[in-house]
């Protein structure tokens, strides 16, 4: 991409166009004849334009500034006070600058200030993906989504560079839509072959009195309904789990973040698993303290923890242990679901996350998992400004490492209204 590969030499000449210009700044006098300019508030320090520089020995003269005019990026630059000094024409019509509090000043957009703020007491580079609403308030103009970057040219200056990604968006938006439409359509025709193979089932129990030649007949239909209820179950879980995902990705704005007791967490999640690992004589055990707290949505979270115990119960041989551990570590809970399951080899632990890939084919199979499972806890953790990890070896079990916030937000983050636009992210 165009804006990708101007970053480095945009914020490298940035740095340098900050720094001259306050010295420049400083030293020169204007000269008879000159013409005075309206400039920025007093007590902050204008960035020299590049058409009133030395064109130098080789005749550049105002050759950055014609160049970071030419940019289909934006680019802002914006001083100690948040104030911004310098001011591409593509950020300009992004509507990137607002009107100041005084008449006739311009003030940075609120989510600029937000991230320069981030920048400067981390010192690490801010990215976020978001869409900005154009027009009136309720109008039919589709917002306008923005990849911003803000990276610090020095102790106070930050630059903000924003590409345009609304086309990005609108086909996300389309695909999420899509999903979400065929998924609903499809619901009613899967119970209804659900009803179908369950009253088949119980027409072709055999009585004692039937004939041998006609029990055979009964107990092929027997087994053909079985397998139909099977795959119809299966498939109204896919149906399920795509809703789910789908709004996770987006279709629906995120819940506020609350405090979430991770011991009532916990509590769902060996209840909803109870069955499933009672089946197959794998203990399931909780260690670490009580009374922890993370910040988010609880039926979520409940949602992710449940999906990795249900990943390991899948996984894991008879009369085995999956062992869920809670820790806090500084301004983070860690949630650690381990088993002793088959494992998995270095070169699918990258891909274990995308959407519908399994790393054993004939044991998901068996299994009847959907693929969804962990692309679920990833948009989960992702949503809520954690991550999820996972560290295993063939034959030697896994462990899934979920990350989430045990502080509330400082200020509201753009995440609300951020959308994800990744090539893919599901169960083994």
């Known amino acids: 991409m165009e804006w990708v590969y101007a970053v480095g030499l945009v914020s490298a000449a940035l740095a340098v166009g900050v720094g001259a210009g306050l010295v420049i700044a400083r030293f020169r006098r204007p000269a008879p004849g000159d013409v005075a300019v309206a400039g920025p508030p007093e007590g902050r320090a204008a960035i020299e334009p590049d058409d009133d520089r030395p064109a130098g020995k080789h005749g550049l003269k105002g050759l950055g500034r014609k160049s970071l005019d030419s940019l289909r990026v934006g680019v802002v630059v914006l001083d100690a006070d948040d104030y911004p000094v310098l001011v591409n024409p593509a950020a300009r019509a992004m509507g990137l600058l607002r009107s100041g509090g005084a008449p006739g000043t311009i003030a940075a957009h609120p989510i600029l200030r937000t991230l320069a703020g981030q920048v400067r007491r981390t010192g690490v580079r801010r990215e976020v993906e ?47 839509d899509f999903v979400a439409n065929v ?33 055979e007949d009964l107990m092929a239909a027997r087994r053909f309904a079985e397998r139909i209820h099977h795959e119809s179950a299966r498939m109204g879980r896919l149906v399920s789990e795509l809703l789910e995902l789908t ?89 650690d679901v381990e088993d002793q399951g088959i494992g998995i080899s270095p070169q699918d632990v990258e891909r274990v996350f995308e959407r519908f890939y399994r790393a054993d084919q004939a044991r998901s199979r068996a299994t009847g998992g959907t693929g969804l499972g962990l692309a679920i806890v990833k948009h989960i953790a992702t949503n809520h400004g954690g991550r999820v990890d996972v560290t295993s070896a063939l034959g030697d079990g896994s462990t899934f490492t979920l990350r989430l916030p045990a502080r509330p ?10 959308t994800e636009i990744e090539s893919g992210v599901a169960g083994r």
């Open 183 to 215: 998924s609903h359509e499809l619901k009613t025709p899967i119970g209804a072959l659900q009803l179908l193979a369950e009253a088949l089932l119980d027409a072709t129990q055999l009585p004692e009195s039937v004939p041998e030649a006609q029990s």
């Open 409 to 418: 937000p400082e200020s509201p983050s753009p995440s609300s209204t951020a």
């Open 130 to 176: 978001l869409d900005l609403p154009r027009g009136r308030a309720g109008g039919a103009q589709a917002p306008l989504g923005l990849h911003l970057r803000a990276v610090a040219l020095n102790s106070t200056h930050v630059a903000v560079e924003a590409a345009d990604v609304t086309e990005s968006h609108r086909l996300a938006r389309v695909r999420r």
């Open 247 to 335: 709004r996770l990705q987006g279709a629906e704005p995120l819940p506020s973040p609350e405090p979430v007791a991770l011991d009532w967490v916990i509590a769902e999640v060996l209840d909803r698993t109870r069955t499933t690992s009672s089946a197959k004589g794998i203990e399931v055990v909780h260690t670490g303290p009580k009374g922890l707290m993370a910040y988010g949505s609880d039926s979520q979270f409940a949602t992710a923890v449940t999906n990795l115990v249900e990943n390991a119960i899948a996984y894991s041989g008879p009369d085995t242990k999956v062992e869920v551990t809670v820790r806090q570590e500084n301004e983070w809970i860690e949630i």
